[in-house]
């Protein structure tokens, strides 16, 4: 019989007594809870998954292209192992973003990405700077790569504190500064003057811009050819509607690219994902066309919810309104609408405790929505 491991050194019960040790701070680490699907919500609230309009998680309600759903029923070479270097996709990506080929990687969605920049630069008890309130996979997989998140809190506004960034990476010596524009969950944009000072400072800047396509204000991409520390992240999950095949992109500095090749999965982008999006992409007008009225939805809630008594949206420019709720728990709130069949975002976290996020959906989804809302409203719910 192995003697017990000490408490609290990782020892994980695998069968009767039989303990294996893993790694300590994992072991005493939170659960991170994803959003759930339709299926699971549906069987939670009773009502038939045909029923629910999910505003949950900023996922695109029309779908991909039909064209992706055409090409994929006839995906050939099911049996073959992808292209490491997605050479296709990156081809098609730097016509579509403007930036060469060279300096595009692609990944299992941006959140692949966010870990592969973690792996280029940590070195254990590295500093990375987080912006919160803002998208969890920064924070949450920094521990994982043994970084030390440093979180330099938005102001009340959800705008960056620029001055206390320049101070927490000087203190820190911190590598990595991670910024979201439009940030996820406030979603106004960062000032391009913000970026331009943050660039000045000693560490690169990764600016995660999952919802750019949705915005009034330009991509960033062009200027990473221009800066050797500025990292763009982008995601065809959202504006091209395939979160679920999980492709996402990287534009990086010139000097970046051999190691994150080094680094990189050989076969992290799936011959599925690589083909559907470059059917994407050359669908970009139908695509940025639903875009367009998503966007439209997004303008009519932002009007519709500031004339309800308890809510006051944020204004946004991406495909979500992020609300603060007064006169009720925005933990009140969300059960209200789930029962209603409408499932939303309620985040339990500092800074956002009365906070509501909403994604944008068809119009009929949105009218059964503000007909709820009208009616928790008066009372009638
Ligand atoms: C949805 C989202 C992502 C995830 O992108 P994937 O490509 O699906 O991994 C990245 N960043 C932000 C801010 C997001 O909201």
Redesign the pocket.
Known sequence: MPTPPPPNCGAVDIMKGEKVRIRRDIASMSAYTPTTSLEVFAERLGLEADNLIKLDA?ENPYGPSPRVVEALAKLPNMQVYPDPESGRLRDELADYTGLPAEQILCGA???ELIELILQLFIEPGDAIINTPPT?A?YSFNAPLYHAQAVDVYRRPNFSLDVEAIQEAVAQHKAKLVFL?SPN?PSGGLIASEDIKSLLELPATIVV?E??IEFAEGRSLANWVGEYPNLIVLR?L??WAGL?GL?I?YGLFPRALMPHLWKIKQPYNVNVAADLAARVSLGDVDFLLERVRQLVKQRQRMEVAFAELPYLSPYASQANFVLNRISGMSAEYFRDQLARAGIIVRYYKKPRLEDCIRISAGTPAQIDRLLEVLRALANNEL
Do not use: E, I
């Open positions: 900023n969605g941006a959140d998208f996979m979201c996820n995660d999952a919802y995601t999950s959202k979160a999980r996402g």
